[in-house]
C-alpha cells in the first residue's frame, strides 16, 4: 500500500481510541465539562450501562450558538488560548479533544443555551458529522446525549464488558466526581431509575452517606491538621491545609491535604477505596496511594486496604495535567513533597484516633503484628488479640488463594523438619492430645503426631459439606430472626444486585431496600453465628475482585469465601470435645491434607522422625 494521509474520519476515530475507551469514560468527560461550565446541578443517566446512552445534563453556561459546531471540532476549546496557559490549568478540561473524540464514535445530540441568549441550539451529529441543526427553547444549560456509543468501530465493541461492569464504572466515576464537589447535586440514572443522588449541601460527609452508607460515613477520620509547620490557615469546613517544611525545590510551598481517612479497623480487600483528588481532578497515582497505605503500616492487617479520600491542593504551576489524552496522570514538580505531606496528614490523624497507638510508635513498629514480641500481647485486651490473630490468619490464607503459583508453591514446598509425608489418602484415626497456641491441635496416630492446623481444618470441612448440600440443591438454610440491613457503595449495590440470584442458590436470601440498601433475611446455616451484615460483605469485596469468570465458578468461589468466615478461627480455645469432632470429621473428608485454598492442614512427624530428633536412631 503507497504511504497516504488518513482521511480526517479515520484518524479521529483513532485519536477517540485515547480518550473514550468505553461509557464511563464519556461520563467522565461529559461531567468534568459540566463541572467546568459551573454547573450547580448535573443529572447523568446511563441505559444499558452505558452502551445504548450516556446522556448528561447541566445547569452551566451553556455553549453559544455561534460555537456549538465548533465544540466538535476536535482541539476546540475555550479553556487555553496560549502555550503558557498550559503551565497553570485551572479546568478539568483543556485539550479540546473530548466532545470531538465521543462525536467521531457515537451519534449525538446536544441541546444547549448559553448564559445571555434567549434561544437554545439542537445539533445532531452521527460519526462526527453534522446532520441536523435547529433553534429551540431549552433551559439555561447544556443537555449532552450519546447514543449507541461504538456503533461505527466494531473492534472496540469487542472490549466492553457485561453491563454490570460498565453500570458499576459509570457509578464510580460519577462518585468520585460528587465527593470532590460536594456544592454541586448529582443525580445518576440507569434505564430510568435513580440510582442516587446527592443534595448539594457542600459537606464532603453528605456525599460519603450517599455513597458509602451512613454505616462507613459514621467512622471516618477528617484529616488533622498536620503539627509539621505552622500550619495557622484558618480551618474551613472540616480541614485545613498542610504546610511543609521548606524544601529545596521551593523557598515557600503549599499542599493542602484534606480528606477523609477510615480507621485501621475499616479495611478493605483491595486499593480500591484509596481516591486521590488533585485540585479538583480524580487521579490515579501508585505512589501517592501507596503514602495512603504506608500511613497505617502495622495498623491494618496484611492484604488489606484502608480508605482514604484525598484532597491535595497545590499551585496550578507546580503540577503538569497534560500528560496523558485521558488526564487521569499526572506530574508533580516536587513528588517528594506531595507525597510526604499526604503520608504525614494520614499518619497523624491515625496516631491521634489510634486506641493501640501504645504499640511503641510510628516510625519504629515496623514488626508485623503477628510477629510482635513480647509485651505487644499485654498492651491489647485478649479479644483484640485474637481478632487480630484471626484476621492475619485469613488474610494469609487469602493471599495463598490469590495467586495461583503461591498455593503451588505453598502446597509442593517440603517442610524442613516435620515433613508432610502424607498420601493422597484419608487420614488414619487420630487422638487428640490437646492444642497448642489457641491454633492447633496435637493428636496421635498410628505412627506419630500430628498438628492440625484448625482453622485450616475446619476450613476443609466446611467446604466439602457445603458442596456436598450445594451439589444436591440441598443447601440447609438459616432464616434470621431479624433481618439484617447491609449498606453498599453504589458499585457493590450493582454488582450484588446482579449476583442476588446466585446468592439465593447458596442460601442467601438478600432482598433490595431502599438505594443502595439490603437486607439479609436468611443464609447458608453454617454461618449461623457469624454478623450476616460483615458475611454478605465480605463476599461482595469478594466479587469485586473477579472478572465474572464462570457461573459455577462464582458460585464455588462465594462457597469458598461463606466457608473461610464461618471456620474457627485461629485464637479460638477449643474443648476436648470440639477437637474430637473437628477431628473426627477431618477423617472424614475426601481430600483432608489440604484447605480449600491449598494449604496443608496438617503436618506429620512420625516415630521415625522423633527417634532421628532425638538420637535414638
Ligand atoms: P475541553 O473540555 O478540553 O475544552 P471538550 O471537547 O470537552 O474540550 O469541549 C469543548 C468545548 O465545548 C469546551 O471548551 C467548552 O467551551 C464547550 N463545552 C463542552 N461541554 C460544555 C458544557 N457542558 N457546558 C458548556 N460548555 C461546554
Ligand atoms: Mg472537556
Not at 213 to 241: C, I, K, M, N, Y
Request: net charge negative.
Amino acid at each position: 500500500m503507497p504511504i497516504h494521509v488518513l482521511s480526517a474520519q479515520l484518524a479521529s476515530q483513532i485519536a477517540a481510541g485515547e480518550v473514550v475507551e468505553r461509557p464511563s469514560s464519556v461520563v467522565k468527560e461529559l461531567v468534568e465539562n459540566a463541572l467546568d461550565a459551573g454547573a450547580t446541578a448535573i443529572t447523568i443517566e446511563a441505559r444499558g450501562g452505558g452502551r445504548q446512552l450516556v446522556q448528561v445534563g447541566d445547569d452551566g453556561c451553556g455553549i453559544p450558538a455561534a460555537e456549538i459546531e465548533t465544540a466538535f471540532l476536535r482541539h476546540a476549546t475555550s479553556k487555553l488560548n496560549h502555550v503558557d496557559d498550559l503551565k497553570a490549568i485551572r479546568t478539568l478540561g483543556f485539550r479540546g479533544e473530548a466532545l470531538a473524540a465521543i462525536a467521531a464514535v457515537s451519534q449525538v445530540t446536544v441541546v444547549s443555551r448559553a448564559i445571555g441568549e434567549a434561544t437554545g441550539t439542537r445539533l445532531r451529529l452521527e460519526g462526527g458529522q453534522v446532520v441536523a441543526r435547529a433553534a429551540m427553547g431549552a433551559p439555561q444549560g447544556t443537555v449532552i446525549a450519546v447514543e449507541q456509543l461504538f456503533y461505527n468501530v466494531p473492534a472496540r465493541l469487542k472490549f466492553l464488558k457485561s453491563v454490570s461492569t460498565e453500570k458499576r464504572l459509570i457509578d464510580e466515576f460519577v462518585s468520585r466526581y460528587a465527593l470532590a464537589y460536594p456544592q454541586v447535586r448529582f443525580r445518576l440514572m440507569h434505564d430510568g431509575r435513580i440510582a442516587w443522588q446527592t443534595n448539594g449541601s457542600g459537606s464532603v460527609l453528605d456525599v460519603l452517606a450517599v455513597v458509602y452508607g451512613p454505616e462507613v460515613a459514621r467512622q471516618l477520620l477528617p484529616l488533622a491538621e498536620a503539627t509539621a509547620s505552622g500550619g495557622t490557615a484558618a480551618r474551613d469546613d472540616f480541614l485545613s491545609p498542610v504546610s511543609l517544611p521548606p524544601s529545596p525545590h521551593a523557598e515557600r510551598k503549599t499542599i493542602s491535604v484534606r480528606g477523609y481517612v477510615g480507621p485501621p479497623s475499616l479495611h478493605w480487600a483491595n486499593r480500591s477505596q484509596v481516591t486521590l483528588f488533585v485540585n479538583g481532578r480524580w487521579v490515579k497515582d501508585s505512589s501517592l496511594t501507596y503514602a495512603v497505605i504506608q500511613a497505617y503500616h502495622t495498623l491494618l492487617p496484611t492484604g488489606r486496604y484502608p480508605f482514604g479520600l484525598i484532597f491535595i491542593h497545590l499551585p496550578p504551576e507546580e503540577v503538569d495535567v497534560n500528560v496523558h489524552p485521558a488526564k487521569t496522570e499526572v506530574r508533580f514538580q516536587d513528588a517528594n513533597a506531595v507525597f510526604t505531606a499526604v503520608q504525614r496528614a494520614v499518619r497523624e490523624t491515625l496516631v491521634a484516633d489510634s486506641p493501640i497507638r501504645s504499640l511503641g510508635g510510628w516510625s519504629t513498629a515496623d514488626d508485623e503484628p503477628g510477629d510482635a514480641g513480647p509485651g505487644w500481647v499485654g498492651e491489647l485486651d485478649e479479644q483484640a488479640f485474637a481478632r487480630r490473630q484471626a484476621q492475619a490468619e485469613l488474610d494469609l490464607d487469602w493471599v495463598a488463594h490469590e495467586t495461583e503459583t503461591d498455593t503451588a508453591v505453598i502446597a509442593s514446598q517440603p517442610l524442613a523438619l516435620p515433613s508432610l509425608n502424607l498420601g493422597g489418602e484419608r487420614l488414619p484415626i487420630m487422638r487428640v492430645v490437646g492444642q497448642v497456641g489457641a491454633a492447633y491441635i496435637i493428636t496421635e496416630g498410628p505412627d506419630g503426631l500430628f498438628l492440625i492446623d484448625q482453622h485450616a481444618a475446619h476450613e476443609r470441612i466446611l467446604y466439602e459439606q457445603f458442596m456436598a448440600q450445594w451439589a444436591q440443591n440441598q443447601v440447609a438454610v438459616q432464616t434470621l430472626m431479624a433481618a439484617t440491613a447491609v449498606y453498599l457503595t453504589p458499585a457493590q449495590a450493582t454488582l450484588l444486585e446482579e449476583y442476588l440470584p446466585t446468592l439465593a442458590n447458596i442460601g442467601f436470601q438478600v432482598e433490595p431496600f431502599g438505594p443502595r440498601a439490603f437486607t439479609v433475611r436468611a443464609m447458608p446455616a453454617i454461618l449461623t453465628c457469624q454478623d450476616p451484615a460483615q458475611v454478605l460483605l465480605t463476599v461482595v469485596e469478594d466479587l469485586e475482585r473477579g472478572d465474572a469468570p464462570l457461573q459455577s465458578k462464582i458460585e464455588e468461589r462465594i462457597i469458598l469465601r461463606v466457608c473461610k468466615s464461618a471456620a474457627i478461627k485461629a485464637g479460638q480455645t477449643l474443648s476436648p470435645r470440639e477437637m474430637e469432632v473437628l477431628v473426627q470429621q477431618l477423617e472424614a473428608c475426601r481430600s483432608p491434607h489440604t484447605c480449600p485454598h491449598g494449604r496443608p492442614t496438617l503436618i506429620h512427624l512420625s516415630v521415625a522422625q522423633l527417634a532421628r530428633q532425638f538420637g535414638r536412631l
